[in-house]
């Protein structure tokens, strides 16, 4: 049972532009959700994150909606810069309800950021 | 370097042999977790500790697998009589043990080869 949903296995962006990352989840229980970004061979490195009782998060190039009623969320990077490429994770929790505050990963979306 | 240390980085070890993992989480990180990592897979959630208590596990860990952190500091996870299933990633994780909402930060992980 795939909880949380990254559809789109890879992307692959012109520099400067924007990427658009999506990811679905079917729990409507989870109140906190993440993004990580990863490299081959380390791993996965925290970018942002956005509670439930907000629908955007802001950090620099990056940005995170949230749309609770479509159990839907995207992450934002504007402008994609070659150093993006790497495999994104969206992770989500529900810490509030749980108590135990494990995460639950999507399969991740390899991003190319052409030259 | 105060981020999560894991140690080995790479494991190599033949069908049937035991072997364990040792995670550092950040210093006064109470909350550690335990993760599998496939190739082209997201992170699986193996088990997570609240200090010393283990707290959840997977339906993942078998009875082949066991995970402690005594003294809610350091932890370790070892596989017994490994399998060639068992070769993946394994990634260890900490996030303060305050509040609802916090990110949780990886270890480069321990790459598992079953030969």
């Known amino acids: 049972d795939q909880q949380v949903k990254q559809n789109s296995p890879s992307l692959s962006v012109q520099e400067g532009r924007i990427s658009i990352l999506n990811c679905d989840y079917t729990n409507s229980m989870f109140d906190y959700f993440l993004w990580y970004k990863k490299y081959p061979a380390e791993g996965p490195t925290f970018l942002i994150s956005?509670?439930?009782?907000?629908d955007k998060n802001e950090d620099g190039r990056f940005t995170v909606f949230l749309n609770k009623s479509a159990k839907h969320l995207s992450l934002h990077i504007v402008p994609s810069q070659p150093g993006d490429s790497a495999v994104y994770f969206c992770a989500a929790s529900r810490g509030t309800t749980s108590g135990t505050y494990k995460y639950i990963f999507g399969t991740g979306t390899r991003l190319k950021v052409l030259a | 370097d105060t981020g999560v240390s894991q140690d080995p980085r790479h494991k190599i070890t033949k069908r049937g042999q035991n072997v364990t993992f040792r995670c550092d989480p950040i210093s006064e990180h109470n909350r550690l977790y335990w993760y599998r990592q496939t190739l082209g897979q997201g992170p699986e959630f193996l088990t997570y500790?609240?200090?010393?208590?283990?707290?959840?596990k997977s339906r993942l860990l078998s009875d082949r697998f066991s995970a402690e952190r005594p003294k809610g500091s350091f932890s370790t996870l070892e596989i017994q009589r490994t399998e060639q299933g068992d070769s993946a990633m394994y990634l260890c994780?900490?996030?303060?043990?305050?509040?609802?909402?916090?990110?949780?930060?990886f270890g480069q992980g321990t790459r598992l080869t079953v030969v």
């Open positions: 956005i509670s439930s009782i907000k």
């Open positions: 500790f609240q200090n010393e208590a283990q707290l959840e």
């Open positions: 994780a900490s996030s303060p043990g305050t509040g609802v909402f916090a990110e949780a930060f």
